[in-house]
């Protein structure tokens, strides 16, 4: 163990330093082209968190012969945000609240208040979208002012010195500060003993603890099988978004450029500089026959085919990320049916069974976290704590009709009732199930004593 606190410490040494701070992101076509080495990942995963917030100008590539002056000069550059789309449609599994049935022994009462009060539903949609975009999130259980906080860490803050015999298991974890995405002067090196804080380049502090593991959690976007990170979509969809931008910019440049015309002189003399102005004249000196003058011309850009274009690159992204159009409800007409809308989004579907698996595991090991703490600071024992999840079943876009058909088909089977439909509809009208429950049964009342009689009642 005291080989992997020296290699995490001088990880964080070296990467606190003020040298290294000042080093400023790589270009695009760097970024792509450099070696697979941390630093290199860390640039990575920093330029998926820029596309993502919508940083995206500066990632907007050069023209072949723009120089730094020129690029920055230049008018008409736009870009969209196609990656928070695509990041935000593809993680599906916190979209809904989900169902946690825990049994901790006497600590059972005590973890459940961790759960109740931190904001577990938007921590884990933003967990689950970091998953996605980076590869990997991790999630940091601490203890402050006598309650469990858990707090997201995007992968461009983290660096982990995994175990050799088992790479999934992490010995040892730098977390940077947050702040200026391209500095980092502070970072805590954590293990299973012990947190030592590095402020630029040197050793600030350290502080031992008990709680025998290290306090992140880390959650995959798919499972890693070449040592500890995993490649999330992002990569893909960030850098076709950054090629998206910039024909989006040239295209922006084009049409704006069309409204000028451009002059055409036909055989001016030679010997003569030409001047053009108000009060200024075109000589021309040519023989008979020979053609002179001065006409203007548009320019003829294929602004159609530069918008085909941008459409077959954007329907193209959409399929190598195994996204139906419907999903994003691009281009449903209204004959097509909610049976086949739902068949197309089967790959969503697919690619959300898969991510249940592993986020199970990231939630038991969460559960295991808040357990350890827990005993580290206020002695609750847990003994062998054990989570259920309940993910809710996506909403895929479909018809009124279709969705009125499935409800009545899932109720005449006893596979749901109509307070969860309600809560379902309207979850911010109740509090909780049971709410809706008694909701229900007094408005069915009500309605029995006017003497309205409906369908399931006849």
Not at 42 to 64: K, S
Not at 305 to 316: G, K, P, S, V
Request: charged fraction near 25%; charge should be negative; hydrophobic fraction near 40%.
């Amino acid at each position: 163990m005291h080989e992997t606190y020296a290699k995490a410490l001088s990880i964080a040494l070296e990467q606190t330093s003020p040298a290294l701070a000042r080093r400023r992101q790589p270009a695009l076509d760097q970024l792509f082209a450099g070696s697979e080495d941390e630093t290199t990942r860390l640039d990575l995963a920093r330029f998926c968190w820029d596309m993502y917030r919508g940083d995206q100008l500066r990632h907007v590539p050069r023209l072949p012969g723009e120089s730094a002056l020129e690029y920055s000069r230049r008018p008409h550059k736009q870009f969209l945000n196609v990656t928070r789309v695509l990041v935000d449609v593809l993680s599906q599994l916190y979209r809904q609240p989900i169902s946690r049935r825990l049994d901790a022994g006497a600590a059972t009462e005590r973890i459940q208040r961790a759960y109740t009060r931190n904001p577990m539903g938007q921590i884990m949609l933003t967990v689950d979208r970091l998953t996605r975009l980076q590869g990997a999130c991790a999630l940091r259980v601490g203890y402050q002012d006598g309650e469990i906080r858990l707090w997201p860490y995007p992968a461009h803050r983290l660096i982990v010195v995994p175990d050799p015999t088992m790479p999934l298991r992490p010995l040892a974890v730098v977390a940077f500060a947050a702040g200026d995405e391209g500095s980092t002067p502070l970072a805590h090196v954590w293990t299973a003993e012990s947190v030592t804080t590095v402020h630029q380049g040197r050793v600030a502090g350290e502080v031992k603890h008990t709680l025998g593991r290290v306090p992140f959690v880390f959650f995959h976007d798919a499972l890693p099988v070449d040592g500890f990170w995993s490649e999330g979509r992002g990569r893909s969809i960030t850098h076709a978004n950054a090629i998206f931008n910039a024909k989006l910019s040239e295209l922006a440049y084009t049409v704006a450029m069309q409204g000028f015309g451009v002059m055409e002189i036909v055989n001016p003399d030679p010997a003569k500089d030409i001047a053009i102005g108000p009060g200024r004249a075109i000589a021309f000196t040519v023989g008979q026959g020979q053609p002179y003058g001065v006409s203007f011309k548009a320019p003829n850009a294929p602004i159609a085919e530069l918008i085909a274009d941008l459409e077959f690159q954007l329907r193209t992204l959409l399929k190598t990320q195994r996204i139906p159009e419907s999903v994003l409800s691009v281009n449903v007409g209204g004959n097509v049916s909610g049976a086949s809308i739902v068949a197309a989004g089967s790959p969503v579907i697919e690619d959300r069974v898969e991510r249940m698996q592993l986020f199970r595991a990231g939630e038991a090991d969460l559960l295991d976290a808040i357990a350890a703490v827990l005993r580290e600071h206020e002695g609750v024992q847990a003994q062998a704590p054990t989570l259920a999840l309940d993910f809710p079943e996506p909403r895929l876009e479909q018809t009124v009709a279709d969705r009125i058909a499935l409800d009545d088909w899932r109720l005449d089977r006893g596979m749901t009732t109509p307070w969860e439909l309600m809560l379902r509809d309207d979850p911010d009208a109740y509090d909780n199930l049971e709410a809706a429950k008694q909701a229900w049964l007094a408005r069915r009342a009500e309605m029995r004593t006017l003497n309205i009689q409906t369908e399931r009642d006849a």
